[in-house]
């Protein structure tokens, strides 16, 4: 069973469009994470979430967390070709332990 | 400040045989995280190191071993490779090693490990 579940699995839209990736858990998590990676290359840190209801914006992008901390949700505006890869969730310290989980990841491409 | 280096890049084995990671983490960070990244399971947790010990560990057999030298750089082993083992191998270093801000992770760009 997977502790985060991502939603859509792939997602495939044209330039313009936008989109939202889900982040979805039932256990509880002190923070969470957001990372983008390209092929063959590791994840990078996109941004981090702390607080309950939590929104952060970054440019076209926008991260929210959950009011009780168990789900996240990541929203494009206008996506690009420059914006496909895979994005990836992590839940940081599920049932009070220090470790950090991922999703399977949303794997995004932007068409021109 | 240079980022995470994996070597090698690529690698390719055969059953049986066993292989060697190696990670250099981001000058200052102590913990050095592994994981194993499939199509199928996405990321998978193996290990953390910080400080030369292990501190966390995930749910993967005793084939799959790790060590910190005193200057962070940390090595990964898996023996008696299975077809199952093929996959990315990822390596992440942080300040604390833990979920915090202070303990942000960043990831190298990985060894791409095949078993034939």
């Known amino acids: 069973t997977q502790l985060l579940e991502q939603s859509p699995q792939f997602l495939s839209i044209q330039e313009g469009e936008n989109l939202t990736v889900y982040c979805n858990s039932s256990s509880v998590f002190s923070s969470l994470q957001w990372y983008r990676q390209e092929p063959g290359e590791g994840p990078v840190l996109l941004v981090t979430?702390?607080?309950?209801?939590e929104v952060k914006k970054l440019k076209r992008l926008t991260f929210q967390f959950g009011d009780a901390r168990k789900d996240s949700s990541l929203h494009i505006t206008a996506a690009q070709p420059g914006d496909t890869g895979l994005y990836l969730c992590a839940g940081a310290g599920p049932g009070g332990s220090e470790k950090l989980v991922f999703g399977k990841g949303t794997k995004l491409t932007v068409n021109p | 400040k240079a980022g995470v280096t994996q070597t090698p890049r690529y690698l390719i084995k055969t059953r049986g045989q066993q292989v060697t990671l190696s990670c250099s983490p981001i000058s200052g960070h102590r913990s050095v995280s592994w994981y194993q990244q499939t199509p199928g399971q996405g990321l998978q947790f193996l290990f953390e190191?910080?400080?030369?010990?292990?501190?966390n560990k995930g749910n993967f057999p005793g084939r799959f071993s790790g060590r910190q030298f005193s200057n962070s750089r940390s090595e990964m082993n898996v023996s008696t490779l299975e077809l199952g083992d093929s996959a990315l191998y990822l390596c992440a270093s942080s300040l604390v090693g833990r979920p915090t801000p202070r303990g942000t992770q960043y990831f190298g760009p990985g060894t791409r490990l095949t078993v034939l």
């Open positions: 190191y910080f400080s030369e010990t292990q501190r």
């Open positions: 979430v702390v607080t309950g209801g």
